[in-house]
């Protein structure tokens, strides 16, 4: 046999496509060829895989060795070929049965010795492979490296064998009945056996009851927060204790979350169910942000999916960096284009934001004399449009707390009392349309967040006076539904407009 076929995984944005790997040993000059549209990662495979044939006391062939990785227009990245590679070689040369090799994927990195390292994206990859099984009806098992096994198995139903070396690889084909072939790993976590992630407590913050009712109604229908007020309020407190209160992520959202952090090797089993926190600092630059590189990598808003985003000192972001957030922020996706590749990331994020009202910081503060004058003020405001602002739902003021309130040992509302009215103000929305409140759409708006009549009246009054935009105008009525789904009410009623109303303060107001 001088042929070998084997199936692995390409990495595109989210998307695994199938990778065929054709080995061919022909007779000529000793060379060592890959074809295919390797990039400088997959070219260098040819030294490890040789090392690692030799150091596992198997022949390297001395022939001429070509290697295809099919489809040919699809760039090839990282290590995740040499374990396909090397015992493609193996098969071609006879060194190893290749009967069982069309029943399988393989993905991992080799060291010089044949030990398998980890590698990127084994979950999205895992999870393309399930997909493609219920497609086309043939199931494959998955061999990768064991570092990866945890985080493959979350994929419900996938066969996943971990390795620690080729040889184990090697043994597991050679293995006759009855003799010992590689394992089937199963998930360590799971959704039933998984408890609930640690977070810091909203018990720990002293005072500040308006900012904690906010971030209630915002985490109980998706919601955008902007908090803004002087120096040491807690306002980062707050934003840190936020993905606390939000409600606990289902398996499908776990794995979405798990899928987009494998593919930069940050996921790790013991946050599994965890709400990702991203908090950027504000020399990130608009590609850290949104994702992109020579070949697409997530970016913050990504990484941030299903959990929370925090811009700590907003206006310090460079505006042009800012401002890639607002599609995001309407959509739940970024795409990012290049060249020669396209790849789409999933952006479902909850942004919250905290900023000082001036560029001294203690501008409305009690104790403290704001130094700026109203034109350092507006320059210092202005650097957040209005777009963006018209796009965040929340907008509130963090005061400084009296030095009586700071001394007092604080005795806030846990974290886990305000979870769970959170909790079923979510499930209220799910069993009535299917998503938060903040995804509604213009017609779902219309028909579910429509107030009664004196609701109705104060919203047109507040609309005529604060000038706001259609987009303003239908936020404050999906943040009046939620809160209407906190109090356990079918109707929007006035008290409902009014909270709303207030939680939309314009910046330049202030």
Not at 479 to 488: C, H, K, N, P
């Amino acid at each position: 046999m001088t042929l070998a076929v084997l199936k692995s995984r390409a990495l595109a944005g989210m998307h695994a496509p199938e990778v065929t790997v054709e080995v061919h040993l022909a007779n000529g000059l000793p060379s060592f060829t890959i074809v295919g549209l390797p990039e400088t990662e997959v070219k260098e495979s040819k030294d490890r895989v040789r090392a690692a044939l030799q150091n596992a006391r198997f022949e390297f062939p001395a022939r001429r060795i070509t290697v295809n990785l099919a489809p040919a227009d699809l760039p090839k990245e990282s290590g995740r070929f040499d374990l396909p590679i090397a015992l493609g070689i193996l098969a071609a040369s006879e060194q190893m049965p290749a009967d069982e090799l069309g029943n399988y994927e393989f993905a991992g990195e080799l060291s010089l010795s044949g030990e398998l390292r980890p590698i990127r994206g084994a979950l999205a990859m895992t999870f393309a492979m399930h997909r493609s099984e219920h497609a086309s009806g043939k199931r494959r098992a998955f061999i990768l490296p064991r570092a990866n096994a945890d985080e493959a198995a979350l994929v419900s139903d996938a066969v996943i064998h971990p390795a620690d070396s080729l040889l184990q690889v090697c043994a597991h084909f050679a293995a006759r009945d009855g003799e010992a072939k590689l394992g089937r790993h199963r998930a360590q976590a799971n959704g039933a056996d998984a408890a609930r992630p640690a977070y810091p407590d909203f018990s720990d913050v002293k005072g500040q009851a308006q900012a904690k009712r906010a971030l209630e109604v915002a985490a109980a229908g998706g919601h955008s927060v902007l908090m803004v007020g002087p120096p040491g309020t807690g306002k980062s407190m707050l934003a840190q204790r936020f993905a606390g209160i939000l409600p606990p992520m289902t398996d499908d959202e776990a794995l979405e979350s798990a899928a987009v952090q494998s593919l930069t090797s940050g996921f790790s089993i013991s946050r599994w169910k965890a709400r990702p926190f991203r908090a950027p600092h504000h020399t990130a630059s608009g590609a850290a942000l949104v994702g992109g590189g020579g070949t697409p990598r997530p970016g913050e808003i990504s990484l941030a999916h299903r959990g929370v985003l925090f811009l700590d000192e907003l206006p310090e972001f460079d505006r042009k960096v800012l401002e890639v957030l607002r599609e995001p922020l309407e959509s739940g996706h970024i795409t990012i284009s290049r060249a020669a590749r396209q790849a789409d990331f999933p952006a479902r994020f909850q942004l919250i934001a905290a900023m000082n009202p001036c560029p001294c910081g203690y501008l409305g503060h009690a104790a403290n004399r704001c130094r700026c004058t109203p034109d350092m003020v507006a320059r210092y405001q202005d650097k957040i449009s209005g777009p963006l602002l018209d796009r965040i739902d929340l907008q509130i003021q963090v005061g400084a707390l009296p030095h009586e309130e700071l001394l007092k040992k604080a005795e806030g509302e846990s974290s886990q009392a305000i979870a769970e009215r959170v909790h079923l103000a979510s499930e209220r929305q799910l069993r009535r349309q299917g998503k938060n409140n903040q995804a509604l759409g213009t017609s779902e708006i219309d028909e579910l967040c429509r107030p009664d009549a004196n609701g109705e009246q104060l919203l047109n009054s507040a609309m005529t006076r604060l000038n706001w935009s259609a987009r303003a105008y239908h936020r404050v009525l999906k943040v009046a539904r939620t809160i209407a789904d906190l109090a356990g009410a079918d109707t929007i009623s006035q008290p409902h407009v009014a909270e709303a109303i207030q939680y939309r303060r314009a910046l330049r107001e202030q």
